[in-house]
């Protein structure tokens, strides 16, 4: 059984569409989702989707082990961020190394850092005047998106799109890929059960 924690800061649709995706697979359970935001929509999906939510502030996340002794008495092998803000620290990528996976919607090394996120993304592509975009899904490190990319899905922007049609385009693209993409990851861990096994 492979334990997956998703982190995660606004609305939740991603994680919700992760959930749901992992929620007939026998080999892998979604047993917490974490917010910075104790106010974030995430929290209310999670609700319907009977998974337990708990809210850590910036100064917890940071400073302190409180979100990897969490980690690691829920057992979580692995942790998404699905929309998640705040910069991963030291000590969960040390226990997590090659096992924090992040989305980004544009196309990584383009539109990425910190402060690029969400529709301040698009604006960006719309405002270069760029002809795609798409999503990255990355492992992190101790740098905004910079660390290994796992893989990339591109969609045409039109001289006539707006930011809000540009992000329209990005979402498709992350409810196809994202989950399947998670589930390759975890298939290729050391000692996990073959991908075909987990598709049966």
């Known amino acids: 059984m492979i334990k997956i924690a998703i982190f995660a800061s606004g609305s939740g649709s991603n994680a919700e569409n992760i ?20 106010e974030a929509f995430v929290h209310q999906r999670a609700k319907q989707l009977g ?11 940071e400073e302190t082990d409180e979100v990897a002794n ?4 829920r057992k979580i092998d692995f942790v998404v961020l699905a929309g998640f803000l705040l910069k991963v620290p030291a000590n969960l990528l040390n226990n997590y190394p090659n096992r924090i996976v992040n989305i980004h919607p544009a196309l990584l090394p383009k539109f990425g850092g910190k402060g690029m996120y969400g529709d301040r993304v698009h604006e960006a592509v719309v405002a270069a005047g760029e002809k795609e975009s798409g999503i990255t899904i990355h492992y992190i490190n101790e740098n905004y998106d910079e660390g290994d990319v796992i893989f990339q899905a591109t969609c045409n922007v039109a001289t006539s799109d707006t930011a809000h049609d540009v992000a329209e385009k990005v979402h498709a693209l992350e ?7 998670i589930e390759k990851a975890i298939a290729a861990l050391p000692g996990t ?6 598709n049966d």
């Open 175 to 181: 409810y196809k890929y994202f989950p399947a993409i």
């Open 193 to 198: 059960v073959s991908l075909d096994k987990i």
């Open 70 to 73: 969490l980690l690691t008495e």
């Open 51 to 61: 998974i337990e939510s708990v809210t850590f502030s910036k100064k917890q996340f």
């Open 19 to 38: 959930a749901q995706y992992f929620s007939d697979k026998q080999e892998v359970e979604i047993p917490v989702i974490i917010s910075n935001k104790a």
